[in-house]
């Protein structure tokens, strides 16, 4: 599940839509998932869902729109998980990760995948120093749990609740995100910009 439902207001602009590589933000967010081991990709959208969804057209991926997307993350991953527990096809863990990390990849994704099924833990979450958050593999053992999030309650409170069941990776320089058009820049001038790799 990548959550891309956010507003951006911090950017200024779509943040989801900006540059990256030969594709956008959110794109590349995208063709991770789709490269990795992790099987379906749901995308979970919320502000400028219709223009989001006109302008990113990769792959088979399933589009969730959050009505309640002001509500937060925990809202949007509550919306995902009711849609994915409405389909006919059952998953035994859920992947989630970000739209603003570009730097992630498929390297760390598959590594969280391996550790999950290796019988880690419950959880395989990304280290962030003394904390761990997402991108985190949840066992099918947490959807009831994800699907009642909200607004107060997220997955880094969940990742927290359940700590003693939690295996978490280092993704060093990866875990970098964008909430501002600078660090943006910063990131996509030395990484992001197709003309110059």
Known sequence: MVLAAGASTRMGRTKQLLPWLDTTLLGHAIQNALSSKVGDVYVL?????APIE????????????NPNWESGMGSSIACGMRSIASQKKKYNAILITLSDQPMMDTVHLNLMAQSFLDGKKGIVATRYGIR??????FDQAYFG????LSEDFG???LIQRYKNDIFTLDAGEKTRDVDTYEEYLKLYNQYGNS???
Do not use: C, D, H
């Open 45 to 49: 959208l919320g502000a400028n869902a």
């Open 54 to 65: 006109r302008k990113i057209r990769i792959g088979n991926v399933a589009f969730v729109e």
């Open 132 to 137: 761990a958050g997402v991108p985190a593999i």
């Open 145 to 148: 749990v994800l699907e009642k």
């Open 155 to 157: 997955a880094r409170e």
């Open 195 to 197: 003309s110059s790799n």
